[in-house]
């Protein structure tokens, strides 16, 4: 199907952006594009204005900073991360963009993009929580940060607000992450998803798929029976569909978890 017809503006400043995106209510930015544009030939969004954010420059790249920590422009691609010496501080960053998609897509997609949108089945919401990210967002009223298990509020929806920018993800240093998944196929969105990171203690776990925003759990140990009752406590209510039953996917929910924090656990 083919787009209606948009208004399209292409700013070369944030600030510029934020003007663009405060003066029109039906105003959108626009990142990689993988997933806006097919949801507009869906009919499924129709915004009146795309603002695209492909020439601001300040909102890609990777840094590392003296204390480990990975600051990520929004506008940066899966295959920026995939490629960069940087990332590998937290390699399990790329590993999980590698995971995405195809090539094509990984050439174009952001990581801004990806979290942004806030699709259950994305691959980035999860481990970003699990990990223990910080997200910038940018407004006409000043910048803001938000943790990552607070960004995500629901489908589609995310704390950036009306006329704001998600701008820089920051990453702390970690000792070992983990990610499980089952995809539909080998390049498709996941069934369920788990991501874990353990940094000596207690670990982290944030379950995809199977609620509108990622689960965080933080098990007493990295045991396997910790692990176990944490996602059983959870009380899971996961969607059914043609791909997977409710109970299958607290079935895989579990086992993911398990496979995580084995493989984080691996790694410290």
């Not at 607000?161 to 539909?184: M, N, R």
Request: aromatic share 4%.
């Amino acid at each position: 199907m083919l787009l209606r017809e948009v208004e399209y503006a292409r700013p070369a400043s944030v600030q510029e952006a934020l003007r663009l995106l405060g003066a029109n209510d039906g105003a959108r930015a626009l990142a990689g594009g993988q997933t806006l544009i097919n949801v507009m030939k869906a009919r499924a969004a129709s915004p009146d204005v795309l603002v695209d954010l492909a020439d601001i420059g300040e909102l890609r790249g990777i840094e590392l900073g003296s204390d480990g920590t990975l600051e990520i422009g929004a506008m940066t691609t899966y295959s920026d991360i995939i490629g960069s010496a940087e990332a590998r501080a937290r390699p399990i960053l790329g590993e999980v963009c590698n995971q995405i998609a195809d090539v094509q897509v990984r050439n174009r997609g952001t990581m801004g993009g990806n979290v942004c949108s806030n699709d259950p089945t994305n691959h980035l919401p999860p481990l970003l929580v699990a990990i223990g990210a910080t997200m910038t967002i940018v407004g006409q009223n000043g910048e803001r940060s938000v943790p990552a298990e607070e960004f995500f509020l629901g489908v589609y929806m995310t704390a950036v607000g009306p006329g704001e920018l998600l701008t820089k993800i920051f990453v702390p240093p970690g000792k070992g992450d983990g990610f499980a998944s089952v995809p539909i196929g080998k390049d498709g969105t996941c069934i369920v998803n788990v991501a874990a990171s353990l940094d000596g203690g207690a670990p982290r776990l944030a379950i995809g798929c199977v609620d509108a925003v990622p689960v965080l759990l933080r098990p007493d140990s990295a045991e396997d029976d910790a692990v176990r009752a944490a996602v059983r406590s959870a009380n899971l209510d996961p969607p059914w569909d043609v791909h997977a039953s409710a109970d299958y996917r607290r079935h895989l929910a579990e086992v993911l978890a398990l496979r995580a924090v084995a493989q984080a656990a691996g790694r410290t």
